[in-house]
């Protein structure tokens, strides 16, 4: 752990500047809040206060006991990486673009499995779209997240270069959560903007899992999952949750799985209901009128 410190220490500019930059973007969040609330722009007044109360959670929760699990962890993995990459000005740059790789995967699994959308979901529930959206986020996600970071520390990234990198990919998106900026030309189509990622939070048919990406939109047309925004966005989960308790807000789909896996026919359902996608049910045979046995279900 004096190891750990002393690297960390090392590294306490580049976490003073993403402090710095936090603070400001929490100015901005209370700024576009308060101006809401006072042009009479935001509807739900309740929904912010989840955010907010949330995020005070989440701070407190990432700043001891998560925050410790989350660096321990990586470091116990560390000694086993398969090389080492020199700490240099390009290996930031590449430790930046690694990591906003393994953004894109780690948000994709989250979208695609569904005990990990349990904690993801939280951050989607949202039916309004501003910056305090950006605080909605599980409070359970920093004890899952470091595991997709195993990969760069095992091709050689240093480990507070990992953190690091992995910390500025999520800061870069607080200010994407917002209406009041309109699409931005090219750069809708390299970076993840304010459009692209309201495409993401839409739950229209042709929107839902869809722009990936951290910083950078590009993962998202290599692989085949870019959208442009077009038709108005309507914001949510296609089950809205009704309610803004942070509770219920945090901890809601874990109890459906839950349920959904209680009540299942076999282990093997069982499992589908924790580890397939989102609204998965196992298939059931029945006879049609001609007496011939029909699959049904996804």
């Not at 020199?86 to 930031?92: A, D, I, K, L, Y």
Request: glycine share 6%; proline share 4%; net charge neutral.
């Amino acid at each position: 752990m004096n190891d750990i410190e002393s690297r960390f220490n090392e590294a306490s500019s580049a976490l003073g500047f993403l402090e710095f930059i936090g603070l400001l973007f929490l100015v901005l969040i209370v700024s576009e809040t308060l101006w809401d609330v006072l042009t009479g722009k935001r509807v739900r007044w309740k929904e912010s206060g989840a955010n907010f109360t949330i995020f005070l959670i989440s701070a407190i929760l990432e700043r001891t006991a998560y925050g410790l699990v989350f660096i321990v962890a990586l470091a116990l993995v560390e000694p086993f990486s398969f090389f080492t990459i020199p700490q240099t000005w390009w290996s930031w740059a590449l430790a930046l673009v690694a990591a906003d790789f393994t953004y894109y995967w780690m948000h994709r699994f989250e979208h695609q499995i569904r005990i990990l959308w349990a904690y993801h979901s939280v951050h989607h529930s949202s039916p309004e779209y501003n910056l305090t959206t950006a605080m909605r986020l599980a409070w359970v996600e920093a004890l899952f997240e470091w595991v997709f970071l195993i990969p760069m520390l095992l091709i050689g990234f240093d480990l507070v270069q990992t953190i690091i990198a992995f910390l500025s990919v999520v800061s870069y998106q607080t200010w994407i959560h917002t209406e009041k900026i309109n699409r931005l030309g090219w750069l809708d189509r390299i970076f993840n903007t304010p459009s692209v990622h309201r495409v993401h939070h839409g739950t229209n048919a042709q929107y839902i899992d869809k722009n990936y990406g951290g910083i950078l939109i590009i993962w998202d047309r290599l692989f085949g999952t870019f959208e442009p925004e077009g038709e108005k966005v309507v914001y949510g989960i296609t089950t809205p949750l009704g309610t803004s308790n942070p509770l219920t807000i945090n901890f809601h789909e874990y109890g459906q799985i839950f349920k959904d896996a209680w009540q299942a026919k076999s282990l093997r359902n069982a499992l589908g209901h924790l580890f397939k996608r989102p609204g998965w049910q196992p298939r059931t045979i029945c006879k049609n009128d001609t007496g011939r046995m029909n699959d049904t279900g996804p």
